[in-house]
């Protein structure tokens, strides 16, 4: 028996990287898992095939462009409920604030804040009346240490993720009374696809020296804090944000 038996899991971007990870563990834990994804069906399916336990679906959305709602319809008419959201997916773009234009500046500033931040929002928004009416339930955002030490050539997504930190203590602080538990994990350098070209380019040494264990986090180490705090037992746990970046920002 495991802590999810019977609970339904949905978690944006589990395609791959973190998110895939996090679908894993909760797979391992008896959830069922929907893996939703951009556009890359033929990773998701991958995923949902390699999931311990039955029943687990992929279903796609376009998270900035408006897709969120749907999702949650159709993960609804798909599975009957929703338990647990994990707000993971992201994109993550350069626009050095000297060398961008202003038309590329105010599209890369739509498209991240639409998605890693609008997309998260719409979701809770769409989720929050279903786990009213199931007794309750657990969300969980995927932020990053860049909310707090700044993006320099990524404004927008440590912008997005600064605000996906005050969203989850909004949250936190609004559905505690329904039995819905809202936390956010921010991570520094994960082992993703996402990360590669810094972790494996020519500063990929200094990144990880970042942190005094050497080396950048692995997916699944961010994985197994998102299922801790999803789990029954850490409901005092809400509005926390839990930094999971070996030490290579502390914040007070």
Not at 76 to 87: H, M, P, Y
Not at 163 to 172: D, K, P, Y
Not at 218 to 237: C, D, H, K, T, W
């Amino acid at each position: 028996m495991g802590d999810f038996d019977g609970q339904c899991v949905l978690v944006t971007g589990g395609s791959r990287g973190i998110g895939r990870a996090v679908c894993e563990e909760f797979g391992r834990r008896g959830a069922v898992v929907v893996v939703h994804y951009a556009t890359n069906e033929a990773a998701a399916r991958e995923v949902v095939n390699g999931l311990a336990g039955n029943g687990h679906v992929a279903i796609p959305a376009d998270l900035g462009a408006g897709g969120a709602r749907g999702l949650i319809e159709s993960t609804i008419e798909k599975l009957g409920r929703i338990d647990v959201l994990v707000n993971n997916a992201g994109i993550y773009e350069a626009h050095p604030v000297l060398t961008t234009s202003p038309d590329d500046w105010d599209a890369s500033w739509a498209r991240t804040i639409a998605t890693n931040l609008i997309g998260p929002a719409d979701l809770i928004h769409a989720v929050v009346p279903h786990m009213v009416d199931q007794g309750g339930g657990r969300i969980v955002n995927v932020t990053s240490r860049g909310a707090f030490r700044g993006e320099p050539a990524h404004a927008a997504y440590g912008a997005s993720k600064a605000g996906l930190n005050s969203l989850s203590q909004s949250m936190a602080v609004a559905l505690a009374p329904h039995n819905i538990y809202v936390t956010a994990v921010a991570p520094g350098f994960v082992e993703t696809d996402m990360a590669s070209a810094y972790l494996n380019g020519p500063g990929g040494d200094a990144v990880k020296a970042q942190s005094p264990m050497g080396r950048a986090a692995s997916p699944a180490e961010i994985a197994r804090v998102v299922v801790f705090l999803a789990s029954p037992g850490s409901e005092s746990a809400t509005g926390s944000i839990v930094d999971v970046n070996g030490a290579s920002y502390l914040r007070s």
